[in-house]
């Protein structure tokens, strides 16, 4: 059974919807036996009614762990697509025993059933006495009614009505096995004796506001939650670093680190272009390594040969810095827009805000996003809107020149040359 995560969220659920009967005993019908042990009919009247509060007893208790069954029920309706059928029902119940098909006592009462998905992960009642099984994705189930102690499983076959979810209602009818009836009844039991029963169920919980007030809880715990996410960056001084603003994006605390400096160290944003989704970080603990390349605002040409380096899912590919390569496949990025150029160099989740080098050595782009739809299809930021915000900003830096479109430098002593400048961010909402 599920353990109890937050009580609050329990409050959501009334416990007592029905008052729980379990420990309650038919004192009047053993009183009737006491009296008329000795008159048959009235011993056979007393075993009938014995019966029929068996039928009722079964539907008329909650479980004890009702407020675990209501959370998990509301929890993964709140989260997840589940079980339409699951939930918990008020039950009207017609209970009739007839011989030779002709009834001679019938009895309607009230009571509560409960239907959730348990460890075999099909719905069951609390009691196992039901297990159903959804046909496809229609309203119909088929109905297993089990009888373990007999090894008997009768099948029915149901359809649910409602619109949604929280408006489900259905009805089944079922019958006592032969076995059963003669064991309750004994000496007694004869022939052409049967015991039918129809249930009418309407679900009342977890009803549309309760699902709603978890889903409440859920997003005020989500606000709580510590969570860290990361990116790429690179540095134009030796105090500040460049990413995207959408990496930083709801960052309370924000750190970089990679092996040259061999520290974490925190970050402030000291300019931010949300359209552009451009950042830049200043570091004040530290002394970062100076760059020794330059940022070029030229446009680029398609097919210019390019290579990345960024720190992509580090949770699976691990801290260490990561490089590809490819080409500037066009001038413009997505749906033709200006500011981008696509490219061919695969990209991941946390190379966002790394930077892109042509083969001499200089910054070219700032990764930003690749296409979900496509392979190798990525999109890098054009530094001359990098060059615009630190100009807006005031942001002054000791620009290199460009290195010579002649530099023979091979891609391996290129990356060894820049990776000291190219850092792993950190972000952390609190």
Not at 275 to 302: F, G, R, W
Request: hydrophobic share 35%; proline share 4%.
């Amino acid at each position: 059974m599920r353990t109890r995560h937050q009580l609050d969220i329990f409050n959501v659920f009334p416990k007592n919807v029905y008052s729980q009967q379990k420990g309650k005993s038919p004192r009047g019908a053993f009183l009737l036996c006491s009296i008329c042990r000795n008159n048959v009919s009235l011993r056979l009247l007393c075993v009938l009614h014995l019966l029929l509060f068996w039928c009722n007893s079964s539907f008329s208790q909650l479980p004890e762990e009702f407020d675990d069954i209501c959370y998990d029920i509301g929890f993964r309706c709140a989260t997840t697509e589940i079980d339409p059928i699951e939930g918990i029902y008020e039950v009207s119940t017609v209970s009739k025993i007839l011989i030779n098909n002709e009834v001679i006592k019938q009895q309607q009462s009230d009571g509560s059933l409960t239907i959730y998905s348990n460890s075999n992960g099909l719905p069951r009642d609390y009691n196992n006495k039901f297990e159903f099984y959804r046909i496809g994705r229609t309203q119909s189930y088929d109905v297993s009614i089990l009888w373990p102690e007999y090894n008997i499983t009768q099948h029915k076959r149901i359809r649910i009505e409602g619109t949604n979810f929280f408006n489900v209602t259905f009805s089944l009818t079922y019958e006592m096995p032969q076995v059963e009836l003669r064991a309750k009844f004994g000496e007694y039991y004869v022939q052409g004796l049967k015991a039918i029963y129809t249930i009418h169920c309407k679900k009342i919980l977890p009803d549309r506001s309760s699902v709603e007030q978890v889903l409440a809880v859920l997003k005020k715990r989500k606000e709580t939650e510590t969570k860290i996410w990361t990116g790429s960056g690179f540095s134009i001084s030796n105090n500040m670093v460049v990413t995207n603003s959408h990496v930083i994006d709801k960052a309370g605390t924000v750190y970089i680190t990679n092996e040259a400096i061999n520290d974490t160290i925190r970050a402030a944003v000291i300019a931010n272009d949300v359209e552009n989704d451009i950042a830049v970080l200043s570091v004040t603990d530290k002394t970062l390594p100076k760059p020794i390349y330059s940022i070029s605002k030229d446009l680029q040409k398609t097919g210019t040969n390019i290579f990345v380096l960024g720190y992509p899912l580090t949770s699976t590919m691990g801290n260490e810095i990561k490089a590809t390569s490819g080409i500037i496949s066009s001038q413009t990025g997505y749906k033709g827009n200006k500011t981008f150029y696509q490219i061919s160099a695969p990209i991941q989740p946390g190379n966002s805000g790394g930077p892109v080098f042509d083969l001499n050595g200089n910054v070219i782009g700032i990764v930003c996003a690749h296409h979900t739809n496509a392979e190798n299809v990525g999109y890098a930021i054009k530094t001359e809107y990098l060059m615009e915000l630190l100009d807006k900003s005031h942001i002054s830096i000791n620009q290199q020149a460009a290195a010579p479109g002649d530099n023979n430098k091979r891609l391996t002593e290129l990356i060894e040359q820049v990776k000291p400048n190219v850092f792993h961010v950190i972000c952390i909402n609190k």
